[in-house]
Structures are given as C-alpha cells and as structure tokens.
C-alpha cells in the first residue's frame, strides 16, 4: 500500500483526486494540505464526501509529510508547487504536479506565459511531461510528474498520430477549443457568475493562453521541429468537458477510413482512447466523470483539410483522472487500476 498526500485540497482537482484515490487498491490517501482551511474536516468543505471520507485538512510540514507519504499530489495553482517539489523530492518523495509549473522547459516562455520565474533548471530537468500515451517509458521512472494541461491532453492526443505518420502541413494547424466552466477552478471570478456565464459563450484569452506554448513543445517533439499553433479557447455554459475541434491541411488525398484505421493502429494498446468509426464523432457527455479520450476524424477532400474532433473530461483526463494514470506507471501497477469505470450519463 503506497501511502500519498494531496497539497491544494479544496480544489476541483483535489475532489477529483479523492474520489478516485478512495477506492484504489494499492493507495491510502494520509493527508490533505490546505493552508486556508487547516483544521477542518473535508466534509464541512464538500458535503457530498459526509462519512465517505474522514479527513481533516492539515498545514504542510515538509519535514513531516516526508516522513509520511512517498507520493504527493499537487492540485494547486500556478507558482507554487514549483516552491515546495524540490524539498520534497530531495528527501525521496515522489511528486506529481497538477499545475504547470513543471511543464515547460523554455524559462522565457514561463515568464511570458505564468508572469514568474521558472523553477530551478535543475528540477525542470527532472521533471517529465505526463501524456502517458506517448512518453510511458520515461513516466516510470519520474520523481517529478508533469501532469499535462486539459486543453494540451485533449489537443497533442488528436493530433499526434497524424504528426508523427507526417500526414498533415505542421505548419497549418487552427485550434478551436471549448471548456465548461469548472475548467476555471472554484474560486470567485466574474467571468464565470451565473447571470455573466449563463445562456452565453465567449472566446478568452486569445493568443495568450498558457497552454499554447505547453501545446508547440509536445508537437514540437513528436514532430523534431519547431512548431506552431493557432489556438482559440472558448467557455461554454457547461460545468465539465472540453471538446478541441482541429484543423489542418492533408498532404495527400486521404480517405477518412485511412485515417481512422491509422489513428485505430495508433492507439490499440492505450485503453483510454476511443477512435470512433467512420462518421461517428463524439460529445463531450460521451466521457463525462471518465478518464477516456474520444477522438472522431474527417478527411475532407473538397478542401483538403483534416477536420479532428477530440473530447475529455477537463477534470479527469485533462487533470485528476491523467494523474492517477500517471501513478499507476509509476508504480509499475495497471494503466488503468482505480480508473477503469463507464463515462456518467446522461
């Protein structure tokens, strides 16, 4: 039994993590760490977990929780895990982060993209970018997990086959992205108030949004060359999901059979991609509290284009769901040990 921590525990992504953690075989959750509501027991924060989940939320002791746990689970914001991991590992605790403070590699990007200082380059060095369907082999070995963002994982999943079988121009992909509204987080913001979210949908953030350069570095290197991306991130007036909707020129004359029978191959032994047949495309309700990926593809010959459709649940393969994956590597159990349940629906 592997004994694990949850730093950030009143976020969406710590809920999340909890409610697959509490019936993991190998996995007994110790502690949950929240500065603002140390002392309190998880219930009075999130009711629904009333005598399910015993908990009483704790300050962090590094000294201490190193002595406790061998796993720590980050599910903070931004700039800050990056301040608390490499005490942790240094002392032999394995970290998985949430955030993105790990994620990228370029120093100026970060700055650009998060407004701070990247972590230690030694610890960036450390660290590995979590897609489990392309880089498993490096994840078993990782002290520092980099859990991918929710629009990247969505994304580099529908596009990468395409970009390693060099099928599609890497020069002319559009991104067209849409997330509900727990993509936000839980804290305050009137951008995501009923009365301003409700019946309404709005592009955000365009060209400036922290996962674009997350997105360039992975295809970037499945492509070994430099990429780039035009990306539009939209809310909608739904509480989870994200559905990426992809463009991007053909090479050749493909037929959308040849594309889905390649994405098909790709994918055979990764359980949580679903490529759907022929004409088929997915809805992000199809995944909804599920760790899947659906992906539906278009070849269409009039323009030449490759239409990709790709859908998560933003809080579950885009976040919690993808770290329990990532977990599982590491420890060497099946991929999909605590994970392996039917989509909620409707």
Known sequence: MVDVAIIGGTGY???????????????????????????????????????????KMADLNIDALAQEVELVFFATPSNVSKNVIPALVDKGVRCIDLSGDFRLRDGKQYQTYYGEEIAS????????????????????????????????????LGLIPAIEKELVDRSSIIIDAKTGVSGAG????????????????????????????????????RANEDMQVIFTPHIVPMTRGIMSTIY????DNYSTKQLVDTYQTYYQDHPFI????????????????????DIGLYADERTGKLIIVSVIDNLVKGASGQAVQNMNIMY??????GLDQLPIYP
Not at 125 to 133: F, H, N, R, S
């Open 332 to 337: 060497g159990w099946e991929e999909a040990t």
């Open 248 to 251: 991007v020129d053909m090479k």
């Open 274 to 293: 679903r490529v759907r047949k022929e004409g088929v495309f997915p809805s992000t309700k199809e995944v909804y509290g599920s760790n899947y990926c």
């Open 186 to 221: 839980r804290s305050l913001s009137l951008n995501v108030h009923f009365s301003e979210m409700n019946e309404n949908f709005k592009a955000y953030k365009i060209g400036v949004h922290k996962h674009i350069p997350e997105i360039e570095q992975m295809l970037s290197e």
């Open 13 to 55: 992504g710590a809920i999340e993590l909890l409610r697959f953690l509490h019936n993991h075989p190998y996995v007994q959750v110790k502690k949950v760490i929240s500065h603002s509501n140390s002392g309190t027991e998880l219930a009075e924060v999130y009711p629904h977990v009333v005598d399910i989940i015993d908990i």
């Open 121 to 156: 380059q030694e610890y960036i060095e450390k660290a590995v970018y979590g897609l489990p369907e392309v880089n498993k082999e490096a994840i078993k070995q990782a002290s520092i997990l980099a859990n991918p963002g929710c629009y990247p994982t969505a994304t580099t």
